[in-house]
């Protein structure tokens, strides 16, 4: 499988980076409880949606002054995150109210599932490869969590496997890991992502107020998504080695305009060699409030009238193979232009802004969690 990283806020060149989270000021390096009640127009994006969460009620908290002074206290490692179905017992996570278009439990994720399954796709299959490879390690910290109840500091950090640390050793709560140092806010100790509230209540968690990164493989194209107002309620058990994690549940929701503009983003990173066939143009352009897709065959035609000129014609370089997915126009030869491009208009769900329009998916995820071995930074490279 060819795995492919993108971050939406910009490309980093070690790894992706979690969204920032925009709840406090990124100069302070202080959170200081109940003190932040202005909106802030940036947090979902620069999209103009409203700030869902704008008061920080957590714990105070002094972050030090750069990723190389803080110290990983109990962590987490997500060995398992799956989308549950879209109806049923096992449904969830959120009833977004008189947002959605749906009565009850909120899940468009699930619906987009339930759709690509139709197609013979199964995107938490993808998501379990991309999981069980490495590729997508998510681990947690959680910092000043209290013996008795009480509120506490919790941040998400993209890392990666500690030397002799697998899969199978680290879902057993015995890994090791090195977080990327690009999960820390530029100049500062404070994570990138750190939710707004978490609070410990018996052997319970529950935050809100983050954002999220959550990658969503289709046909071979692996997007990092960011998944905005995200809440995480979970069972817990603490040990010496970190905090295990069992049925939580993660909600927030993928603004439609962010999804495409990564999608085309990853396109024109990774596609040079397709530009004369999309014009110079982006694969998927908005026009009103509709976004349109410009899928290409996936192979030539020489006899046709006019002739077809194929994707796989002029990106035949081995690292261009996975442009056929990207851009391909078949669902059934592995076109994820095709799959995506049909199924987020029907799924998009949610109207955050009540101008009577879905700009938004809701996200529900089931996640299980084992202690994990924060080691520090990514070691640098002599």
């Known amino acids: 499988m060819t795995v492919l990283r993108l971050a939406v806020l910009g490309a980093l060149a070690a790894c992706t980076a979690p969204v920032v ?9 202080t959170d200081t409880a109940g003190t932040d009640s202005t909106p802030d127009s940036t947090d979902t994006g620069g999209t103009g949606l409203p700030d869902t969460d704008v008061v920080d009620t957590g714990l105070a908290y002094p972050w030090p002054s750069s990723p190389m002074n803080y110290t990983f206290e109990r962590g987490t490692y997500l060995h398992e995150v799956v ?28 619906a987009m599932n339930t759709f690509a399954k139709l197609a013979s796709l199964d995107l938490n299959a993808e998501l379990a490869v991309v999981i069980r490879s490495g590729s997508f390690v998510p681990v947690l910290d959680h910092r000043a969590m209290p ?25 057993t709560g015995e ?7 690009e999960s820390f806010r530029p100049g500062t100790g404070k994570p990138q992502v750190v939710f707004r509230k978490a609070t410990k209540t ?27 107002d995200v809440t995480i309620d979970a069972n817990i058990v603490v040990d010496t080695l970190g905090l295990a994690v069992s049925d939580g549940e993660l909600s ?29 143009k982006d694969l998927f352009t908005k026009v009103g409030d509709t976004w349109q897709r410009a899928c290409q065959p996936h192979d030539s035609n020489p006899s046709a009238t006019p002739p077809v000129v194929g994707v796989n014609e002029v990106c035949d370089e081995p690292a261009e193979a996975v442009c056929e997915n990207l851009i391909g126009n078949q669902i059934a030869l592995g076109g994820a232009c095709a ?17 009577g329009k879905n700009e938004a998916l809701s996200v529900g995820l089931r996640a299980q969690g084992v202690p994990a071995t924060l080691l520090g930074l990514v070691p640098t490279t002599p």
């Not at 989308?83 to 009565?103: F, L």
């Not at 049909?342 to 998009?348: F, L, N, Q, Y």
């Open 252 to 280: 927030g929701y993928v603004v439609v305009d962010e999804l495409f503009e990564a999608y085309n983003g990853l396109v024109k990173s990774t596609c040079a060699c397709a530009s004369g066939l999309l014009d110079g």
């Open 339 to 355: 799959l995506i491009g049909g199924a987020i208009g029907d799924v998009a769900d949610l109207d955050l802004d009540g101008d």
């Open 147 to 171: 013996q008795a109840d009480g509120d506490y500091k919790l941040g998400f950090f993209l890392a990666e496997w500690a030397a002799g640390t697998t899969y199978t050793k680290a879902s």
């Open 175 to 181: 890994g090791e890991f090195y977080v990327y140092p």
């Open 83 to 110: 989308i549950p179905p879209a109806a049923g017992p096992q449904a969830c996570c959120r009833d977004w109210g008189s947002a959605s278009r749906a009565v009850g439990t909120d899940n468009a994720l699930a």
């Open 202 to 228: 018996g052997n319970k968690i529950h935050a809100e107020g983050g954002d999220f990164e959550i990658a969503l493989v289709i046909q071979n194209v692996n997007l990092q998504l960011p998944v905005r």
């Open 21 to 29: 989270d925009k709840a406090t000021d990124e100069t302070d390096d």
